[in-house]
Structure formats: C-alpha cells, structure tokens
C-alpha cells in the first residue's frame, strides 16, 4: 500500500512517544507505511495522506509543541484523514471518567471541529516520579494521583488497527482521499 501515515507526538517524559510508536507499529503490521516522529522534526505534512496527532497532557493542556503544531497545519489537516489523541490521566477505570468526561483540550476544541478528525482518543498515561521535577512531584502529591504506568496498551492497539481498517478497507491510495 503507497499511504504514507504520519504519527506526531509530543512528549515530555517518553510515554506518549511510546504510545505514538504502538501506533506506528500497528500500522505497519497493517502494510502501511508510517512514520513516527516528534512535532518539532515534521517539516512537511504535504507527503502524509493520514496524520494522527497526539500529545501529553498536563494540567488538562496539551504540550505547547502540540498545540503550535496543530494550529500551525491547521489547513493542511483540514485536508487530510486525522485522528488525534491524548495521554495523561492515571488510575484504575475509564479515562474520560477519571478526567470528568473531558477527552480533548477545550481550547484547541473549535481547531478540531475545523479539521473534523475521524477519531479522538484519551489514553492513560504514566506518573514516574523519577522523572518528575520538584514542581511535578509537589503536584503529584497536592492532587494526590496515582502514581505508575496505567497505559492500555491493548486500547491504544485496537484504536490503532481501526485507523488501519479505515485506510486499508476504503482502498485509500495517493489519488484517493476520504473525509
């Protein structure tokens, strides 16, 4: 298959980038072929048919790499198939539930209804305060989160495979886009 897909990421600590690569890696299995790369290396989406875009969240906002990316492309992904996600809350049970049914940044909101994505994704995330920074760790412990890596690796595959099934079922090729 000649798709090119590009999975974008920011990250601050490494899981979000692991997550972006599971992505990656189930859209290859699927013959696809995808790149995976932090925001600040994309210079050109023109060469992307498919962009899924995501990012850590923090304090409910994506990282500011994300959101400049995203505002920057805005034209272009309007073009494109998107999918975006976000990875941050930790815990046992239902993200959305966890974050009182928020999914996505209310201020990048109105951005996304312009690209009109196919699909937004909130995924957990992973509090290692051993990466943390004193500021980080004094907010783990004021909020009192939970602490560990709660990814769903078997989500975030499944959610990836039905980007692949979209892409592959439709037959979506260079001369072919769908919205």
């Not at 996600?85 to 239902?94: A, C, L, Q, V």
């Not at 312009?114 to 004021?142: C, T, Y």
Request: hydrophobic share 45%.
């Amino acid at each position: 298959m000649n798709t090119q897909v590009l999975v974008a990421y920011a990250t601050k600590h490494g899981a979000t980038a692991e997550i972006a690569e599971k992505i990656g890696e189930v859209l290859r299995q699927a013959d696809i072929r995808t790149d995976v790369l932090p925001t600040n290396r994309v210079n050109n989406l023109h060469s992307y048919k498919a962009v899924v875009l995501g990012s850590a969240v923090y304090i409910g906002r994506w990282r500011k790499e994300a959101a400049k990316f995203l505002k920057a492309n805005e034209e272009v992904l309007a073009e494109q198939l998107v999918w975006l996600f976000s990875s941050g809350p930790t815990g046992k049970g239902n993200p959305v539930e966890l974050l009182k049914g928020w999914y996505f940044p209310p201020v990048l909101q109105p951005i996304a209804d312009r690209i009109q994505p196919r699909g937004i994704a909130l995924f957990h995330g992973v509090v290692d305060m051993k990466k943390s920074n004193f500021i980080e760790k004094w907010m783990i412990n004021k909020v009192k989160a939970p602490v560990g890596d709660f990814r769903d690796w078997e989500a975030i595959s499944s959610w990836a495979a039905v980007i692949a099934n979209v892409l592959l079922e439709n037959n979506w090729t260079s001369g072919t886009q769908l919205k």
